[in-house]
């Protein structure tokens, strides 16, 4: 009986089943684990949008200190420790896979899934009923055109002007602005608009903005045939700028603007051309950019020189107050150690520019917009418990003293647009522009309208909205069969690329042979690629897929030779186009090529 006992009690478990237990142990490890930081993630940017996860998908995780960010992130993950260790302890397997099930629900909840894919198989009428499709032509602008600034602060909040929640108005000469200049209370918040890409596109464009799926055509497009207002002022002679003190890659910025008529760019490479090690580390900014300061000297030495031409569109953002604000730029002073001194200072920063601006000759004829990007993802904390409304920071400056406004008018970003032409002086056919409507006319936002949930419009599915993302025609240029084409000669034969470490990127080649081959083609291309786990190549013909060619998971060149059937080519145009299986962002999918030849 003893001897029965002891075998029940120290039995070993035979290797199968230890390699179940193994097993579905770690299933739980991993579904709690994701449980866990997606219960962080919801409940640190309590508006975080799905879309967002690959929009972003290009993120330097490196410049970002996820716990100086959240200190809390090291509480989730010991309390998920100390719970998954006693799971492991006292659960059999069958409880384990329970508990398993359990955490992957939670995940599903957190990411918002199910609503997810509710809204993207969905359709909405709202663009087809509501959209105004801007007509370059019909959009009438004065004898003398006025310049416009867009001055977009990062998360600038009106309640930052509250004393009662902060202990001091953080925004004070902000303030002072709103006492005697036009500027909007009822501001509302939608998905695809309340984060700084969304921002831009939104407020350019009077569309939300959907985040990029990982199709590689979806990434290089950046909504190009939506007509925006940078493309407006394009074409009627405005000289236009962008600058960011931020790293333009991200979210695809660069993607967009370069698409939509932004022909001179300020970045931190421009910022820092030749500036010492010790100066960048000076000028350190938020959320690894640069510091305000440094992008507003540069702009007004642009002015100085007067190598800003009139009349001129300027947009800008800044990065100061970008959270989690642990970095207090150079010309900051420390009031409270935290976020608010990056408020008070760029609160500073803004004014001082703008007194700038008020001392030089374009003052006159040029309209400044400040305005909020978006409300700060991860409310800061409040000294008492008022309630407050969070809405975006806006003011506009030098507007026409004949525009008549309502402060209480309700309105989203989709109604800027349109309201930053018609301070300019433009007139507008039906005061719309995309799905905005102007703050200085009667027409009413589109969030006002009885029976149009626009919050809920927005996420759904519309074939209009599909068709501002739709590939445009490639581009052909004359080829003739044999020539070797260089790293830079390449360029001439694509519709976009990207340099990065002196190499050029590419998506595709548009060749137009003088006539059709009699017999088959023979490509060999000399490829630099960013390498995957397992890496491959897939070349492909007008549309069509010509091969997958596994490369060899080594750095450099690498030589692809393929032959091209006689019975692929239909046509003198040939779109050959080269996409590396790396899904990390739009540039890691394409590839450097070296040297080119078909014959």
């Not at 004070?172 to 921002?199: C, D, R, W």
């Not at 759904?460 to 069969?481: M, V």
């Not at 491959?536 to 091209?564: D, M, S």
């Amino acid at each position: 009986m003893r001897k029965k006992i002891f075998q029940m009690l120290f039995k070993m478990p035979s290797s199968i089943e230890l390699l179940k237990t193994s097993v579905y142990a770690l299933i739980l490890f991993l579904s709690q684990i994701l449980a866990t930081i997606l219960i962080w993630a919801r409940n640190t940017w309590v508006d975080f949008e799905y879309d967002q996860i690959f929009t972003n998908a290009n993120v330097n995780l490196s410049k970002i200190d996820i716990l100086t960010f959240s200190p809390e992130l090291k509480y989730y993950v010991l309390g998920s420790f100390i719970l998954y260790s006693i799971f492991i302890c006292i659960c059999s397997n069958k409880n384990m896979l329970k508990l398993s099930g359990i955490f992957l629900c939670i995940v599903i909840w957190q990411l918002r899934i199910i609503p997810y894919y509710y809204y993207k198989n969905t359709y909405t009428d709202l663009y087809e009923k509501y959209y105004k499709t801007p007509k370059i032509d019909e959009i009438k602008f004065p004898k003398e055109k006025r310049n416009l600034i867009l001055i977009h602060l990062e998360s600038m909040e009106n309640n930052f002007q509250d004393p009662e929640l902060y202990q001091k108005n953080l925004i004070p000469h902000l303030t002072e602005l709103q006492a005697t200049n036009p500027h909007f209370v009822n501001y509302h918040s939608l998905y695809g608009t309340n984060y700084t890409k969304a921002a831009l596109v939104s407020g350019h464009c009077g569309i939300s903005y959907k985040g990029m799926n990982l199709s590689f055509k979806s990434l290089f497009n950046g909504l190009k045939n939506v007509t925006c207002l940078s493309d407006v002022l394009f074409a009627n002679g405005y000289q236009t700028w962008f600058a960011k003190s931020a790293d333009h890659n991200f979210a695809y910025t660069n993607i967009f603007y370069k698409q939509h008529h932004y022909t001179n760019v300020i970045d931190a490479s421009v910022l820092t051309e030749n500036m010492s090690k010790d100066e960048i580390l000076k000028n350190k900014g938020s959320y690894g950019g640069l510091a305000d300061k440094l992008m507003f000297s540069y702009i007004e030495n642009l002015f100085d020189t007067k190598q800003i031409k009139e009349p001129f569109l300027f947009t800008l953002f800044t990065v100061d107050t970008h959270v989690p604000g642990t970095v207090l730029p150079y010309n900051c002073v420390k009031h409270f150690d935290d976020v608010r001194d990056n408020i008070l200072c760029s609160d500073n920063t803004v004014v001082e520019f703008l007194n700038y601006l008020k001392k030089t000759p374009y003052w006159d004829n040029t309209t400044v917009v400040v305005v909020g990007d978006h409300p700060m993802f991860r409310p800061i904390e409040t000294y008492s418990n008022k309630k407050y409304k969070r809405t975006i920071y806006n003011v506009f400056l030098n507007v026409p003293s004949s525009l008549k406004y309502h402060k209480n008018k309700n309105f989203t970003t989709l109604d800027l647009a349109p309201s930053y032409l018609e301070v300019i002086g433009a007139e507008l056919p039906n005061h719309s522009f995309g799905l905005g409507r102007s703050l200085f006319s009667e027409v009413p936002s589109l969030i006002s309208l009885k029976g149009n949930n626009l919050k809920i419009a927005v996420r759904q599915k519309s074939n209009l909205y599909d068709s501002f993302n739709e590939a445009q025609p490639q581009k052909f240029i004359p080829y003739t069969l044999g020539s070797v084409l260089s790293s830079k000669d390449v360029l001439l034969y694509t519709e976009y690329y990207e340099k990065m470490l002196d190499k050029y990127f590419v998506n595709s080649l548009g060749l137009k042979l003088d006539k059709l081959p009699e017999g088959d083609l023979d490509l060999e291309v000399d490829v630099m690629v960013m390498l995957s786990y397992d890496p491959y190549l897939y070349v492909r013909l007008n549309q069509q897929l010509l091969a997958e060619i596994p490369l060899q998971k080594k750095e450099g060149v690498q030589t692809v030779k393929l032959k091209i059937p006689h019975g692929k080519i239909s046509s003198t145009d040939l779109n050959l186009e080269f996409i590396n299986n790396n899904y990390r962002s739009a540039i890691s999918q394409s590839v450097s090529i070296q040297k080119f030849v078909l014959k």
